[in-house]
T-cell receptor, first 109, second 113 residues
Framework: KNEVEQSPQNLTAQEGEFITINCSYS?????LHWLQQHPGGGIVSLFM???GKKKHGRLIATINIQEKHSSLHITASHPRDSAVYIC???????????FGTGTRLKVLA | EPEVTQTPSHQVTQMGQEVILRCVPI?????FYWYRQILGQKVEFLVS????????KSEIFDDQFSVERPDGSNFTLKIRSTKLEDSAMYFC???????????FGPGTRLTVL
């Protein structure tokens, strides 16, 4: 079983829809990152969370440390949001990162 | 806007050869990372580097791998004797602090024949 699980693996949405991507982890963490991998392969960091909630534009990320769960929400989705969204955790007391397998999002116009 | 750069963008090598992948992190960043992504698979952590030494390495980062910051700007990953299974995209990243946003380079695609 993967230490970091994401769901769904694939998601197709219509433009304008509200999207939720989930990440659950089974290890102790000190931080959780949400990353976006573009179709060309480039990776961009979206958020780093250790507690609570962060918002940037149409993106919202939340984390529940007790439940070992994080969600990434995209409001008013747009075709340019089409990408792979990756959850990565920094394990407690280390500089080591464990990545999820990613959620492939396609937003249709 | 400052960015992380990596060279070469694509490297083709024969099995058993040594390769050096180069990264130039953002200039005021202090924490450096290498990751790899085998085609169609998830990103994997290789190593983190701070204060001129390895702070953490994964099980993948065996004796065939080494990292170096030979001067104030470059951060290199060396694979001594490449294997077919080393074929992957290698990403370098840097951050200002331990808890800072990581900025990723565009990656080097390594193909081992």
């Amino acid at each position: 079983k993967n230490e970091v699980e994401q769901s769904p693996q694939n998601l197709t949405a219509q433009e304008g829809e509200f999207i939720t991507i989930n990440c659950s982890y089974s290890v102790g963490i000190s931080a959780l990152h949400w990353l976006q991998q573009h179709p060309g392969g480039g990776i961009v960091s979206l958020f780093m969370l250790s507690s609570g909630k962060k918002k940037h534009g149409r993106l919202i990320a939340t984390i529940n440390i007790q439940e070992k769960h994080s969600s990434l929400h995209i409001t008013a989705s747009h075709p340019r949001d089409s990408a792979v969204y990756i959850c990565a955790v920094k394990t407690s007391g280390t500089y080591k990162y464990i990545f999820g397998t990613g959620t492939r999002l396609k937003v249709l116009a | 806007e400052p960015e992380v750069t990596q060279t070469p963008s694509h490297q083709v090598t024969q099995m058993g050869q040594e390769v050096i992948l180069r990264c130039v992190p953002i200039s005021n960043h202090l924490y450096f990372y290498w990751y790899r992504q085998i085609l169609g698979q998830k990103v994997e952590f290789l190593v983190s580097f701070y204060n001129n030494e390895i702070s953490e390495k994964s099980e993948i980062f065996d004796d065939q791998f080494s990292v170096e910051r030979p001067d104030g700007s470059n951060f290199t990953l060396k694979i001594r004797s490449t294997k077919l299974e080393d074929s992957a995209m290698y990403f370098c990243a840097s951050s200002e602090g331990e808890w800072g946003t990581q900025y990723f380079g565009p990656g080097t695609r390594l193909t081992v024949l």
